[in-house]
């Protein structure tokens, strides 16, 4: 029976995007941040609705890191998961600014303060200086602002935590890699297996030769191989389709 070429278009530069875990020493704070530059400016000015700020960060996160946040666990907390792990915390503002110097961009902070009574935002920047966090209220939507060390604990950022035990607020940091953009994945590679092995760059073109009966049954599987990481099953299904 004659056969037809099937023409895959392996867009792995798109779907690779989160589906390995990689160590977050992999990332520096300085590629966490050029990721958060390139994406941000989609986000400013979006709303959330009432009491957004988590939903925002949730949806931030899964286009930094292809995550979701973890969940809120009360005023001061999040729950810690497989992909974000806690780093510091603090219930007054000696030990809050202590904490807050030891964020890196990408880090979500959730707090309860002098300025309101619980809230979840994610640090941008840090420096000497001071700090950057992009945040969602209710009142201005998606919106990043910097301040001074000194300025912190102003009520136009993170507002007081002194004289309140119920104030505090806690650091976490998520252990995935930023999504790289598609030219940064020309280093992964994908295998397509159709009775034999083939490896091929992310993004190429990858012609296969299937019988035109019996294409619709054929199972196309998709591998992938991170640097450093071993190689898995990243996609696995029937072809719908034959040129």
């Not at 196309?220 to 040129?243: D, F, H, M, N, V």
Request: proline share 3%; aromatic share 10%; hydrophobic share 35%.
């Amino acid at each position: 029976m004659k056969k037809q070429r099937l023409a895959i278009v392996l867009m792995t530069a798109v779907l690779l995007m989160a589906m390995f875990t990689v160590s977050s020493s992999a990332a520096s704070s300085a590629e966490i941040g050029a990721k958060i530059n390139q994406i941000k400016g989609g986000y400013i000015g979006k709303s959330y609705g009432s009491g957004g700020c988590h939903a925002f960060v949730n949806a931030f996160s899964q286009s930094l890191f292809g995550v979701a946040a973890p969940q809120t666990d009360g005023p001061t907390r999040l729950k810690t998961n497989a992909n974000w792990y806690f780093v510091a915390s603090g219930s007054d503002n000696s030990s809050v600014l202590s904490a807050m110097k030891s964020a890196q961009p990408g880090d979500i902070i959730r707090y309860k303060s002098s300025g309101t009574s619980m809230h979840t935002a994610m640090i941008t920047a840090v420096s000497d200086w001071g700090i950057s966090v992009i945040q969602h209220t209710n009142s201005k939507g998606v919106y990043e602002y910097s301040a001074a060390w000194g300025n912190i604990f102003s009520s136009l950022y993170l507002g007081s935590f002194d004289g309140s035990s119920s104030y505090g607020l806690g650091l976490y940091r998520c252990n995935q890699i930023p999504i790289p953009k598609p030219s940064e994945e020309k280093s992964y590679q994908a295998s397509v297996n159709k009775g034999h092995e083939g490896v091929y760059t992310a993004g190429e073109n990858v012609a296969m030769s299937v019988n035109a009966s019996d294409y619709k049954s054929t199972i196309l599987r998709i591998y992938c191989t991170p640097p450093g990481k071993e190689t898995s099953l990243y996609w696995e299904g029937q072809l719908s389709s034959a040129q």
